[in-house]
């Protein structure tokens, strides 16, 4: 089926729901000890993780579809209150923050929805979701016992609890919406607030209880929850997790299967195997509802990055990448666990809890049996370097080091977690870690082989560096960035005049002084100007800063461009957090002592002229005189770039390589691509990653020296084959003749499998067609493979069934090796988008190598162009 006629069915679907006002037939909610009850019956939930303003509504069709066919019952938000109301009583519901559209397009998928309004959410967005006028309510303190806030945080609360009634998507309306939140992670910060905190929590439940949406709510992170909210877990790990009383289920709000990445970072990856180790433990240990955050992270578009200095991807080493593309193999390898967990409903939810049985040291059991034929269990082996073999129910099983094996029929291996028996993929561009059993690739960025740039003719305007309108104003003292900008801007200039007298300027040139301008806190960047010169820059959070500077006699003007990077998303007291500088600026080594400039007559110019005169806009109306930019023109500093260009043909995604430029800002076609910045990583710490031992986002890191950033998301939507307009405004010495744009596509695709391998999922009887009770239909191991949508597969650059050696771009023929493992594979694989082969002596025309396991391992090409290749090597 076409993608473009999905969307099509999808949309018709969606209209039919919206005529007869269900997309489910209507069913209530409640819940046990043990685990949701939706109609009447138990369930184990998977859910995943998607933020829909981090895509563009084209693109939510085919995340929400990706997300289904790997496994996923539920799809997760939260709910952006900056995005949907950024003027108070101004409410945005459209386009990428068209929610309703958005939790329609998942129910039509048969999906069922948990909506996390908060309304704070931190989720690395700029200001954790608050929108800045908030600040500005007289007497407000954001997330304690205080009535400015609960009277703001309770109207929206509401606003959003009502339109979810209007449009009739809560469950009992046959709706999808199963599960809602209030606050998020506050029992981090509670005690910050002593008393207050505690009072505000409970009136945060009671109010939400109060709304009557007629779903259950949580509180993720709170174990003091009240008796009427679910309190869950956040974590990289959850499977030792118990709510506060027995009557509430096991759920794990969020499964960090990555986390996020600030400029000048490393790029955190977490291996597929021990993702999958964390969820078959929680679900061995009694879990029933998980959600992966991210399932897809996306792009943060326009200024939406939280802060400090979130970078503008939101990749989060997701299973679908921030593209919308398979990462593999970490998304097959978590649809095969769902599905072996699906395997195991039947059991799971037959029983309370489940018998233990420790088989060994650091080995254990969990069985769950009912009184009847329902049996399935998991033999987990939580030591971390050794293999083991351990007995159970009088069959030996051998259990690879930190992993989970899942027996659906508590007999029959249909799955273990360090066992990848799905491909791996490498994309064109980004940041593509991989790694492949136990042999992880090395992380390394992928690069077009061929450079394209995007355009040979660029046009300039110069950005004025410091006041450029009657829009100033001048105040005695230093102003906080926020209240001045109310972060309608990243950039605050701040301009001060001095005078220097002869007897300073003599007394400097005596002493052979340097004068050095001192900021005593600054967050997160600024440029400093000496009498219209660049003098120098800081960046950091809450920084202090000491700048050399010269100074000639008579009046000087020292001017500071103040810059946010993404405002703070985290912490307590987030009202008070601000921006720009804390404490004194002066100038030292002054004859009479240090001059202090913080009480001066500062003038103030918020944002930039280009800016305000919205030149990026595709209907700019010669606001700006735009000229040549030469080929040899020597860049300056605070330059506005102009171009027009075609896209690369096909449906896949595309992205600008930015890695020539400095900082800046980017917009294609008036839309905000975000924020770009080439801070380079490290050179060290990127070490090779072992899935084995407990995670955290330091431990397997990639992208050493490179720039954190390089590649940056231009949506399909937001062009056309041609004339498309790019605007950049960059604020350092670069030109942008060396930008470039590219497909992002999986090109290549390995596979290695051996005959010893499980079978394939599928080879399993369904449960519901046996009363519950699971049947393995033995097959052989098969070999699958796949292009994304509109590619096929153009080539096969390694094939070999018998004792390949080495991994993924590094396969080798062993001493056995079928003479025609290449036409096979060609003949199943070749101008396909994807194919299946079994792992087996029939597949090949027999035994290459009698009394030997065999292993099938296969590198091949995918490509957007028809044209079929034979290169096998």
């Known amino acids: ?86 003027v108070r009583g101004q409410y945005v519901f459209e386009g990428r923050y068209d929610l309703v559209k958005f939790v329609k397009q998942v129910a039509a998928n048969g999906l069922y929805f948990f909506l996390r309004i908060g309304p704070y959410v931190c989720a690395e967005w700029n200001f954790g979701g608050f929108p800045v006028w908030l600040r500005d309510v007289p007497g407000i303190e954001f997330r304690t016992d205080n009535a400015p806030f609960k009277d703001e945080m309770e109207r929206f609360v509401k606003k959003i609890v009502d339109l979810m009634r209007e449009e009739s998507l809560f469950s009992w309306q046959g709706g999808p919406i199963i599960m809602l939140q209030i606050e998020n992670e506050y029992g981090n910060m509670e005690s910050f607030y002593g008393s207050k905190g505690k009072d505000y929590m409970i009136w945060a439940a009671k109010m939400a209880v109060g709304l009557d949406a007629g779903v259950p709510w949580v509180m993720c992170k709170q174990v003091d929850a009240p008796e009427n909210i679910i309190d869950t877990c956040n974590g990289y790990y959850c499977d ?35 993702i999958a180790f964390a969820v078959a433990r929680f679900f061995q240990r009694g879990g029933s509802f998980q959600n992966y955050y991210m399932y897809f992270g996306g792009t943060n578009f326009g200024r939406s990055a939280g802060g400090p200095t979130y970078i503008t991807s939101y990749d989060y080493d997701a299973p679908l990448d921030e593209y919308g593309l398979l990462r593999q193999p970490k998304w097959g390898h978590l649809k095969d666990l769902h599905a072996a967990i699906k ?22 059991a969990h069985i769950y049996q009912d009184k009847g034929q329902k049996c399935s269990a998991f033999l987990a ?140 806190s600054m967050r997160d960047l600024v440029y400093i100007f000496v009498n219209g010169q660049f003098t120098g820059s800081a960046r950091g959070k809450w920084v202090t800063v000491t700048q050399p500077i010269d100074l000639k006699e008579g009046y000087n003007d020292i001017l500071l461009l103040s810059q946010t990077v993404g405002l703070q998303n985290y912490g307590a007291f987030l009202e008070k957090d601000g921006a720009g500088f804390r404490g004194q600026i002066k100038l030292s080594e002054f004859k009479n002592g240090d001059l202090v400039l913080t009480e001066s007559n500062w003038t103030y110019q918020v944002g930039l002229k280009g800016e305000y005169f919205k030149i990026y806009a595709i209907n700019e109306k010669g606001t700006v005189e735009w000229s040549e930019l030469p080929r040899d023109a020597t860049a300056t500093r605070f330059s506005w770039y102009k171009t027009y260009f075609d896209v690369p043909g096909g449906v896949d995604p595309i992205a600008i390589d930015l890695s020539s430029m400095g900082k800046g800002q980017v917009w294609v076609n008036g839309h905000h691509i975000g924020r770009y910045w080439t801070l380079y990583a490290p050179k060290d710490g990127c070490q090779t990653c072992d899935y084995r031992g407990a995670y955290d986002s330091n431990k397997c890191l990639t992208n050493c020296g490179e720039p954190t950033q390089s590649w940056y998301h231009i949506p399909r939507s937001w062009v056309q084959a041609s004339n498309n307009l ?134 091949m090409k995918c490509s957007p162009s028809p044209i079929v290749t034979s290169s096998l090597m």
């Open 343 to 364: 395997l195991c409903e039947p059991a799971l939810v037959a029983v309370s809890s489940p018998k233990y049985i420790k088989l060994g040291s650091k080995q254990e």
């Open 1 to 86: 089926m076409g993608l473009k006629f999905q969307r099509l069915l999808l949309v018709l679907i969606v209209q039919l729901a919206a005529v007869s006002g269900e997309f489910f037939k209507p069913f209530n909610l409640s819940y046990d000890g043990r685990a949701m009850i939706i109609d009447g019956k138990r369930r184990m939930l998977i859910s995943g993780g998607i933020h829909y303003p981090r895509a563009t509504p084209e693109m939510w069709p085919d995340l929400i579809s990706k997300s289904k066919e790997g496994g996923v019952d539920v799809i997760e938000t939260y709910v952006f209150w900056n995005g949907h109301e950024p």
């Open 726 to 859: 790019l605007i950049i405004f960059e604020e350092t010495e670069k030109n942008p003749f060396e930008i470039s744009i590219k497909s992002h596509y999986t090109e290549t695709i390995c596979r290695k499998v051996s005959e010893d391998h499980f079978p394939p999922l599928h080879a399993w009887s369904l449960p519901e067609t046996l009363n519950g009770t699971v049947v393995l239909n033995h097959l052989a191991p098969e070999v699958y493979l796949h292009c994304d949508a509109g590619n096929s597969i153009s080539s096969i650059k390694f094939a070999s069934y018998g004792t390949p050696q080495g991994s993924c771009q590094n396969f080798s023929r062993g001493d056995c090796h079928a003479p025609n493992s290449y036409s096979v594979l060609s003949q199943a694989c070749l101008g396909r988008q994807n194919c299946t082969i079994s792992v087996s002596n029939d597949a090949f025309g027999g035994d290459p190598c009698h009394g030997v396991v065999k292993t099938l391992s296969v590198e």
């Open 381 to 520: 082996n939580i030591d971390e370097h050794n293999s083991a073999t351990v007995v159970f129910q009088k069959q030996a099983y051998t259990l690879p080091p930190w992993s989970v094996s899942i027996l659906p029929d508590c007999k029959n291996v249909a799955y273990n977690t360090a066992k990848i028996g799905v491909q791996t993929s490498i994309k064109t561009v980004g940041v593509d870690s991989v790694a492949y059993l136990n042999e992880p690739l090395p992380m390394k960025l992928m690069a077009p082989y061929e450079v394209e740039y995007i355009s040979k003719t660029w046009e300039t305007v110069k950005e004025p560096i410091g006041i450029w309108s009657a829009r100033n104003f001048t105040y005695q003292g230093i102003l906080e960035h926020l209240n001045v900008t109310k972060d309608q801007s990243d950039y605050l200039w701040y301009l001060t005049r001095i005078y220097v007298s002869n007897e300073d300027v003599k007394f400097w040139e005596d002493n052979q002084l340097i004068l050095v301008l001192t900021i005593d």
């Open 240 to 274: 030792g997790f118990k709510p506060n009383s027995n009557n509430k289920p096991i759920i794990w709000t969020e499964e960090w299967d990555g986390w996020y990445t600030c400029w000048g970072d490393r790029v955190p990856h977490r291996p597929a195997q021990d």
